[in-house]
């Protein structure tokens, strides 16, 4: 009830950005093409319930997730078929429903629905969901998903955390991703759904409203299809809590640079005067800097007059990654020494010109989902499609992913997200110590450029198929891309499907090739 009058309010602030209503944990999410003008440019996008970004979906710890996606695309240039993928969930019993389409499932057809059933037992935190076909999410399908903790042991640090307090961060191109060649950078920076290109630099800004005095729990979520940002918020201190849904001593930083997919909680206390304070999300690549009002949104206290802020930041304590510790030790899997698992995985990467290549192979999605294959009979790495591109696990067992970034794969850093899983990072980009002491885990990681080896650690203790990819969806539509399989002996029996998703693949490959 509190998430629900707290958006009633905000709605009366003005020029205030109206907050996410929150729907969820059990609901229909109709996908569908629409024109939107989110930084003043009109086009047609993909959208998840109307609008962009998509609906912020909301539950607590131990909730039973029902989400009916509901197909109605109509425009065959961003695809009318879809998958989603619910983006943190370890999906443990249900890898079915992880949504990558070629991995965990065939897409959803037009004119279909798909239910997303599944639980999330001990998990909390800040997660999203997108499209995980083709470069589909870039066009607009993308949005905020929080898990809530009734007994959140960061409680006392905050007085408000509610839909008003999430932030969303998304480049937005004015163009269709499949449309043309690869993008350097988006056309606008949007905050919350809002932001100025270089042609609109009139077009409205978001607006957050914060009272004096009072502390809130702000969820930073990365909906981005390719650049990272630098975030700050001007005149403020941010106490980061959470990343990626792991929550985190209490660090004290200036600003925070976040990479695709990633999310972080941060406390921010609302202890400054009474005015309009820029906020600020600078990206690595395409149109940089804060003039006009570029890249921002704002801060507005409660009495703050209506207008643009004049204040001008200097962050000096940006977030390093290797200061982050998990707030519950968590127990590292494997031997206190490089390589000290059972099973070591090095990837080396390569780009020809137009595709990527992890080891020598190339992620091109198979017709027939991974998952399938396995149900199918398929236990070995060279029985699975495609070729190269499957690795299997053992059940149990300590696996340790080494990517050492080279200048042979242009376009780094490159943000590296596991499904299924969160990971200890035990070597961080920009730095060449190894922690096996108590390490942040999560489970996007930047693999930093020429030089870095980030190198991370898991065990394998959710029976699957599980994509390894770049989430810069331009890379990953590329071929930057593998599937770890793990425990596939037990798979099938740990993973009951419906017949719903049996069915998906007959009607998805009776479909004509303007209806895919």
Known sequence: ???????????????????????????????????????????????????????????????????????????????????????????????????????????????????????????????????????????????????????????????????????????????????????????????????????????????????????????????????????????????????????????????????????????????????????????????????????????????????EPFTMGLPVQRLRETDLRPLTPMPLPGDAVAGGVDKAINFAFSFNGSNYFMNGASFTPPTVPVLLQIMSGAREASEMLPTGNVYTLPSNATIELSFPASNNAPGSPHPFHLHGHTFAVVRSAGSSEYNFDNPIWRDVVNTGTNGDNVTVRFRTDNPGPWFLHCHIDFHLDAGLAVVMAEDCSNTTAANPVPESWSALCPTYDALGDDDL
Request: charged letters at 15%; aromatic letters at 12%.
């Open 1 to 307: 009830m509190a998430r629900w009058l707290s958006c009633w309010f905000s709605a009366l602030l003005p020029l205030a950005l109206p907050c996410f209503a929150a729907i969820g944990p059990v609901t229909d999410l109709v996908i569908s093409n629409a024109n939107v003008s989110p930084d003043g440019f009109e086009r047609a996008a993909v959208l998840a319930g109307g609008t962009f970004p998509g609906p912020l979906i909301a539950g607590k710890m131990g909730d039973h997730i029902q989400i009916n996606v509901v197909d109605k695309l109509t425009n065959h240039t961003m695809l009318k078929s879809t998958s989603i993928h619910w983006h943190g969930f370890f999906q443990k019993g249900f890898n079915w429903a992880d949504g990558a389409a070629s991995v965990n499932q065939c897409p959803i057809s037009p004119g279909n629905s798909f239910l997303y059933d599944f639980r999330v037992p001990g998990q909390a935190g800040t997660f999203w969901y997108h499209s995980h076909l083709s470069t589909q999410y870039c066009d607009g399908l993308r949005g905020p998903m929080v898990v809530y903790d009734p007994d959140d042991p960061h409680a006392s640090l905050y007085d408000v955390d509610d839909d008003a307090t999430v932030i969303t961060l998304a480049d937005w191109y004015h163009v269709a991703a499949r449309n043309g060649p690869v993008p350097f950078g988006g056309d606008s920076t949007l905050i919350n759904g809002k932001g100025r290109s270089l042609t609109t630099p009139n077009a409205e800004l978001s607006v957050i409203s914060v009272t004096r005095g009072k502390r809130y729990r702000f969820r930073l979520v990365s909906l981005s299809c390719d650049p990272n940002y630098v975030f700050s918020i001007d005149g403020h201190e941010m106490t980061v809590i959470e990343a990626d849904s792991v929550n985190t001593e209490p660090l004290v930083v200036d600003s925070i640079q976040i990479f695709s997919g990633q999310r972080y909680s941060f406390v921010l206390e609302a202890n400054q005067p009474v005015e309009n304070y820029w906020i600020h999300a600078n990206p690595n690549l395409g149109t940089t800097g804060f003039a006009s009002g570029m890249n921002s949104a704002i801060l507005r206290y409660d009495g703050a007059p209506p207008t």
